[in-house]
């Protein structure tokens, strides 16, 4: 594709659901980045993938976040048991080879609301 | 803590005039920045970077300048137009540690005025 996609666009949860966030990279790229991202705050790192393998989640807030990218494209992240601080927008990023200092190219976002 | 800081949440400029946006950061491993922009309900969208090697980089009407003994970067947009009006945000990595994490300030909301 043109970008990076991502899906859905919105979710809602209650707390205590589980949801799954899914993001599409752009086509070769080599990396893809979770970042979340709070209300008046900027992107905070999650996790990271090269291919399929998950180099760094040292991000990730607690065991209840998990992130696979199974066959080196697209990755699913996945909350569970959703409280209310996890409200934030999840924005995905990929870049293409996966080099220090690639530039990363960020989709759309998920907006996550927890009731 | 925070590691990259925007210490001025919102800025306005009249349409022409030269914007300036200012970052500053406090881990010295940092060696590689970015500047990115993001318009409501979309992702950032890349602007402008720089490596530490450097002190200054062109593109068009953005240049971004680098003082590393201040641990400081600014963005310069000039002339600035109705459209540049978006939130700014600059970003760092330590790419010689292995990591291609970037590291976000909180932003500035930049409005120009026709």
């Known amino acids: 594709g043109a970008g990076v996609s991502q899906s859905p666009r919105y979710k809602v949860a209650k707390r205590g659901q589980d949801v799954a966030l899914r993001c599409d990279p752009i086509s070769g790229h080599v990396s893809l980045f979770w970042y979340q991202q709070a209300l008046g705050q900027g992107p905070e790192f999650l996790t990271y993938?090269?291919?399929?393998?998950?180099?760094?989640k040292s991000g990730l807030p607690s065991d209840r976040f998990f992130a696979e990218r199974p066959e080196g494209s697209v990755s699913t992240l996945k909350i569970q048991r959703t409280q209310q601080e996890d409200s934030a927008v999840y924005l995905c990023?990929?870049?293409?080879?996966?080099?220090?200092?690639?530039?990363?190219?960020f989709g759309p976002g998920t907006r996550l609301t927890v009731l | 803590d925070q590691q990259v800081k925007q210490n001025s949440p919102s800025l306005s400029v009249q349409e022409g005039r030269i914007s300036i946006l200012n970052c500053d950061y406090t881990?010295?491993?940092?060696?590689?920045f970015l500047w990115y922009k993001k318009y409501p309900a979309e992702g950032p969208t890349f602007l402008i970077s720089i490596s530490s090697i450097k002190d200054k980089n062109e593109d068009g009407r953005f240049t971004v300048f680098l003082n590393k003994s201040a641990k400081h970067l600014s963005l310069h947009i000039v002339p600035s137009q109705p459209g540049d009006s978006a939130v700014y945000f600059c970003a760092a990595s330590a790419t010689q540690g292995g990591s291609e994490k970037l590291v976000f300030g909180k932003g500035t909301k930049l409005t120009v005025n026709p």
């Open positions: 993938f090269q291919n399929e393998a998950q180099l760094d």
């Open positions: 990023a990929s870049s293409l080879k996966g080099a220090m200092g690639d530039t990363q190219y």
């Open positions: 881990n010295s491993m940092f060696d590689y």
